[in-house]
């Protein structure tokens, strides 16, 4: 893979561009797409953002959201923009089977495709691209790509508005350990350029229905089981959970958080079933790596104390494999 600085002649003449994420984005996958997608328009390129999926209400309020195109609800008009496109951009995933439906599509096409990412192993499917694991979020290599490319002059507000918001939710609100001074440095030349942090802080974590927080006391109360002999803490929640309290994508974001506030706690999961699949995801204080937990257990994998996985079995024989996974490493999480 070459580097993200050598994409620079590939910019200097309009072209038919496509940025595209991983399935269910987050804020990061969407912010980073949006931030690029601002950039390259006023480059003069013809550009369309793709999701593989639906994304969450509470990001829908990002500059240029409103045009991103739904793989799976709009596949025709998707298909349109991908027809003949020159340079395809791939952000905040590094394997194209995380695409979902999208995955077989892109695999297809000709074209030049570019990575820009921050997870663990990237696939060999890209000519040009960054994929740096120091990174806090995709977001903050899309600003810093910008600089190599010495466009800086072109980050307005829409911009900053979008790098800020995946940068914020990937560092946990600048709580994690990839929180370094190059992440505060560009906060502040964000904040030199207009931004205004509050604003979008109330956007992503004041921006929820009341069903949700039902959900959360409910899910703490009832569904949560704490591993003491293992440092562990865990949240399965059945599909039923789901119906009931009515969630919609995004609704069960940073859940998994609150367990790593139990004093002690070195790994938590949240372990959903989501009717189709179970879904697993895996966050870890100090020197216990989910992102090989995940891999070896659960066909997934991510950072190095935030990962995800899946299972095809029901909830509990998922739950009764990850307690057999916990105590196969109850060594490493003492």
Known sequence: MKP???????LEAPKKVVITMHQKPDADAMG?????????IQKGHQ????SPTNFPDFLKWMPGAEGVIDFESSTDKAMEALKDIQLLFCLDFNALYRTKNMAPHLEAVKCTKILIDHHLEPQ??????VSDTSASSTAQL????IYKLGDEKLINLDIAQCIYAGTVTDTGSFRFASTTARVHRMVADLMDRG?????????????????RLRFLGHSLLNRMEVFYEYNTAMLAIPYSDLKRFDLQTGDTEGLVNFLLSIQGIKMAALIIDRNSEVKLSFRSKGNFDVNTFARRYFEGGGHFNASGGRSTDSLEKTVNRFIKAVEENETLLQ
Do not use: C, M, W
């Open 4 to 10: 993200i600085e050598e994409i620079k002649p590939l």
């Open 47 to 50: 550009v369309t953002v793709i």
């Open 195 to 211: 931004l205004r942090h509050e604003i979008i802080h109330q956007e992503i974590y004041d921006n929820f229905l009341e069903n």
């Open 124 to 129: 060999p499917d890209f000519e040009y691209g």
């Open 32 to 40: 980073s797409s949006l931030a690029l997608y601002h950039y390259l």
């Open 142 to 145: 899309v600003y810093e790509t």
